[in-house]
């Protein structure tokens, strides 16, 4: 066996130029994916990116795999079809907070209850792009925009909250500016087996500009957000600040005037989703909102090992299907 | 040795008999229409079936909207139709009566359930009193009442069922009962009853007592004079089997993956009258068959897409309501040139419509039910046994040709059964598929080069050096890269045409059967084939010049159509719909085609086809071809 070639990120760039505004967070993401990629050590020919529709989705046209941008909130439809008749496949999954939550709702839900082992990026810029500034399901409410002049009055989703709830198996976040940490949290995605899924916090400079940057900003970014550890305290301010958790729910402390041993420590690996859940739904300004890797619960059989393993069970025990047997079955009479 | 006892009395030999079996939908009237089927079919007889149940599980009991019923025609001669006039009808309650009676041929016989009409019965059927009382009803038909409840659960008792369990054996009492009437054995039913309840012995032992008393009272009472028989059809040599259209479309889909050594996905979300497909195809996992019953039918649709990206076969079925769901996802499959099946089983429309009924009216969403110039290949069965074929040949042109192919099925043929010569495999066509092989990278690949058919290679995810990307957006030519320039839109747009255009000069030319000219031409399609073809064998009969052509390609049509509109007098188009396929003929071919349309939820009956097209055959005889303001240019 030859040993694989050693790709560069510049090897997973296709030959169209990328069209996204400029100063737009998804070049961040686009970047970090063409980074990580080659460090997995998977052939570029064995790598599928799906998309629905918005400017998150044009991602698969920018890299130098195989790749499919579908139609508007539909991409975990398609990839559950490719990956349950490809599992030799790495397929990743790119949407966006309108694509994914919105139109896209029934089909997130059942991609993460199912695990298929695909990979999303979810581009989470509370904002629609593409189609010019209207609100999304994770807008704040009162946002002002195009189609809410006086503020929005519906109650935005975490994303999060709603994998959680689904039992996701991989859960995390990450934010475009945090091009470090970007990069680990895909790499770590890309290593779960099951459905991952990775929240990015993605600046649309022209219709939300910085409408996260308490998370983005680094001179902001310490004491609005914590990042999580596996087995670690949930720490942040420099240190100064941890979170502790007070019969159901979660509270912040100065550092100073509590235990080390009665801050939460981070389990990612539980498999009850509660108090994973009670960290999907920390949100600033009230609250640091937690970064890194929410979850992680390994061994949940796939969607797509399952079907394929009923195939092959179906082959051992009745045998590769005969057609004239099957014709045949059933009550027969000859005319002669 | 036969289980099946011999009768005694005197057997009249018949041609072709229609029954219906009409009752409660707890009643068991489909499995006593299914078994009386398979044990003609046996027999040797050619059968054509109409099951018709109501689109509640439990509709109200005893009521008229609750009446299921199962109507079988077997006859000793090639039949087309489950018949339109009753020879006999069997009904276990008033509700079943009065909905089914005029159905029922003057002098025909009438077997009742005598313990059914009782007051309570009266009222849950709203009749004001008993209907077989009526003096019309004894003069009209040969009325046999049998107190069948009663009889099952004297037959019975030596089981120790309770009254529920017994009382539903009442439908194997009728069961004996019609088979002695129409000389048909009962070993069929015996092992089916064995291998259905075999685990449960008293069950099993229950049923058969039934099914005997049920043949014992015919033989017996004096109520039925002669029984008949119907001897067996000269059919083609071959093995046979029953068929049913759903059953034959997943047998067809198997065929195909086999043929063409492709492995299948179906990506699907339950509506009736589609689901059976997936009930059977999740049979054939040993085929390499993965069923994905998905969250709706865009997510079906769609992870058949993207089986079909990743280089397996997708189909996807649904009936209307469904249809109209994937018609997004369906334009995307045509622009992404990647072949797939899309059945639509249609049913009454519109919205939900008239779900466990039969219509024709999707014919204009299959072909234009989706945004943009998005043409695609549509295929149309004709009977319960031609699903096989159509989902073979739809296969064939979304593999040859690289893009989706529409299948448009209806309730009636999915439902109903015929006998299928069982093919031998060197019968069936073969399909080549092929998948263009990896290369070295350093040419950039071309996913949108084509071949002869206008079919672009089919490239498989994990091929070396072949990776690209493919989208929704408008495709450059070749490249296949995104391309918002007009003139490539425009030589897009008219090459995904021209492909499926193309499919015409790879198909058989249209046949007809009857003269190629002539007064009149009756143009069909789908499952209307039956009633058009025994029609027009009638109207010939009687000395009209009268021709059908039945079109089981939709889009595009043979190449020989035109030509053949134009060599009538006057063209018929009789369909379950408003006019879809007239429309087309006449925007197509300038031709003033007659329709004949019905939506009633009901297939044509071939008296009331014999009626009318008789009266345009007749208006047709005197006129000189170009009278009438009939144009016959065909382009
Ligand atoms: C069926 C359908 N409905 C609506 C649209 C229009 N549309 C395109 S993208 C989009 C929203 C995109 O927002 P988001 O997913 O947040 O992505 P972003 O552009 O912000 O990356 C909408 C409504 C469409 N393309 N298809
Ligand atoms: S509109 Fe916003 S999300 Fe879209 S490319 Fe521009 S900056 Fe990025």
């Known amino acids: ?336 | 040795m036969t289980a099946s006892p011999t009768t005694n009395k005197n057997v009249q030999s018949v041609s072709g008999i229609t029954v219906r079996l009409a009752g409660d939908s707890g009643d068991g009237m489909q499995l006593l229409g299914t078994q009386l089927t398979n044990t003609s079919a046996l027999a040797g007889n050619d059968v054509a079936t109409f099951p018709d149940f109501p689109a509640e599980i439990r509709a109200p009991r005893g009521t008229r909207a609750g009446v299921s019923g199962f109507q079988v025609q077997f006859a000793s001669e090639e039949i087309f139709t489950p018949g339109d006039v009753l020879d006999a009808l069997v009904v276990m309650n008033p509700a079943a009566m009065v909905t089914n009676l005029s159905d029922l041929r003057k002098g025909g016989i009438l077997i009742a359930n005598e313990d059914g009409f009782n007051e309570k019965e009266f009222k849950l059927a709203k009749v004001e009193s008993n209907p077989l009382d009526a003096s019309v009803i004894e003069e009209t038909y040969r009325v046999v009442k049998v107190a069948m409840t009663k009889l099952t659960r004297d037959a019975v008792s030596e089981f120790g069922l309770g009254t529920k369990l017994a009382d539903r054996c009442k439908n194997f009492f009728a069961m004996g009962l019609v088979y002695w009437l129409f000389g048909r054995s009962l070993d069929p039913t015996l092992r089916f009853i064995e291998a259905k309840f075999g685990k449960k012995p008293d069950v099993a032992a229950a049923n058969v007592a039934a099914l005997r008393a049920g043949w014992a009272y015919g033989e017996t009472t004096e109520a039925f004079g002669e029984s008949y028989q119907v001897n067996a059809a000269e059919l083609v040599p071959g093995t046979y089997r029953n068929i049913m259209g759903n059953q034959a479309i997943a047998m067809g889909l198997v065929a195909a993956s086999k043929l063409s050594g492709k492995e299948m996905f179906y990506g699907t979300y339950p509506i009736t009258p589609a689901s059976d497909i997936l009930h059977e195809l999740t049979k054939f996992k040993n085929f390499g068959v993965r069923t994905f019953q998905a969250e709706d039918e865009i997510a079906a649709i769609c992870s058949t897409i993207g089986a079909a990206f990743g280089g397996t076969m997708g189909v996807t079925a649904s009936s209307g309501p469904g249809i109209a769901l994937k018609g997004e996802a369906m334009g995307l499959g045509m622009i992404l040139e990647l072949p797939m099946i899309i059945i639509d089983v249609q049913r009454g429309g519109p919205s939900t419509g008239l779900p466990t009924k039969t219509e024709q009216s999707d014919l204009m969403q299959a072909m234009f039910g989706r945004n943009g110039e998005s043409p695609l290949p549509v295929l149309a069965p004709r009977s319960p046994g031609d699903c096989f074929d159509i989902a073979i040949e739809a296969w064939r042109i979304a593999t040859e040709c690289m893009c989706p192919v529409i299948i448009l099925s209806d309730g009636y043929i999915a439902n109903g059964s015929e006998p299928w010569r069982i093919p031998a495999l060197s019968e069936l066509p073969k399909i080549r598929v092929s998948h263009p092989e990896g290369s070295d990278g350093s040419e950039a690949y071309k996913p949108y080069m084509r071949d002869e058919n206008l079919a672009r290679p089919w490239a498989r995810p994990g091929t070396p050096g072949l990776m690209h990307r493919v989208g929704g957006l408008e495709k450059e030519d070749i490249t296949g890269n995104v391309s918002y320039d007009p003139a490539n839109h425009q030589h897009m747009t008219d090459t995904r045409e021209a492909k499926v255009a193309q499919i015409a000069n790879r198909i058989p030319p249209q046949d007809v059967f009857g003269e190629t000219s002539g007064d009149v031409l009756v143009v069909s399609w789908g499952g209307t084939y039956g009633s058009c073809h025994t029609a027009v064998d009638r109207i010939q009969k009687a000395g009209h010049k009268v021709s059908h052509a039945h079109l089981r390609y939709l889009n595009p049509m043979p190449s020989n159509i035109g030509e053949l509109l134009g060599s009538f007098k006057k063209v018929v188009v009789p369909e379950l719909n408003k006019g879809q396929l007239r429309m087309l003929l006449r925007a197509e071919h300038l031709v003033d085609c007659l329709g004949i349309n019905k939506v009633q939820g009901k297939p044509f009956t071939v008296t009331e086809l014999v009626e009318q097209i008789t009266e345009i055959a007749e208006s047709a005889k005197n006129q000189t071809p170009s009278a009438g303001g009939v144009a016959r240019s065909a382009s």
């Not at chain 1, 989705?57 to 975990?76: E, L, Q």
């Not at chain 1, 890194?292 to 619960?297: D, I, N």
Request: hydrophobic fraction near 40%; include cysteine; charge should be negative.
């Open chain 1, 1 to 336: 066996m030859s040993s694989l070639p050693v790709l560069k990120a510049a090897d997973f760039a296709s030959d169209q130029d990328v069209r996204w505004c400029p100063g737009c967070g998804d070049y961040s993401i686009l970047a970090q994916m063409k980074k990580v990629l080659p460090e997995l050590g998977v052939p570029r020919e064995k790598i599928v990116f799906i998309s629905g529709i918005g400017c998150s989705s044009r991602f698969p046209y920018y890299m130098n795999t195989y790749g499919m941008h579908s139609i508007h909130g539909r991409a975990p439809a398609f990839a559950t079809g490719l990956k349950s008749t490809r599992p030799d496949l790495m397929v990743w999954v790119i949407t966006g907070d309108g694509d994914a939550l919105s139109i896209g709702g029934n089909h997130f839900i059942h991609m993460l209850r199912r695990n298929i082992d695909v990979n999303v990026v979810l581009f989470n810029n509370r904002i629609y792009g593409l189609t010019k500034g209207q609100y999304s399901p994770t807008s704040r409410e009162g946002q002002i925009t195009k189609s809410t002049p006086m503020g929005s009055i519906d109650h935005p989703l975490s994303p999060l909250s709603l994998a959680l709830a689904a039992e996701a198996t991989f859960v995390a976040r990450s934010i475009d500016a945090h091009v470090k940490h970007l990069g680990q949290t895909l790499a770590r995605a890309a290593a779960h087996k099951g459905t991952s899924l990775v929240e990015v916090y993605q600046n649309c400079n022209v219709f939300n500009d910085g409408a996260m940057a308490y998370a983005q900003e680094k001179k902001q970014r310490d004491d609005n957000v914590v990042e999580l550890e596996h087995g670690k305290p949930l720490i942040f301010a420099k240190g100064t600040k941890g979170i502790r958790l007070v019969g159901n729910h979660l509270e912040i402390v100065n550092t100073a005037d509590v235990p080390a041993d009665d801050l939460l420590i981070h389990d990612e690996k539980s498999p009850n989703p509660s108090i994973h859940m009670m960290l999907a739904r920390m949100s600033y300004p009230e609250m640091p909102e937690p970064i890194g890797v929410f979850r992680a619960v390994e061994n949940v059989e796939t969607y797509d090992d399952q079907i394929n393993a009923q195939v092959d069970l179906a082959r051992s025990t009745k045998g590769e299907g005969d057609l004239e047997a099957l014709f045949a079955s059933g009550d027969t009479w000859t005319v002669q």
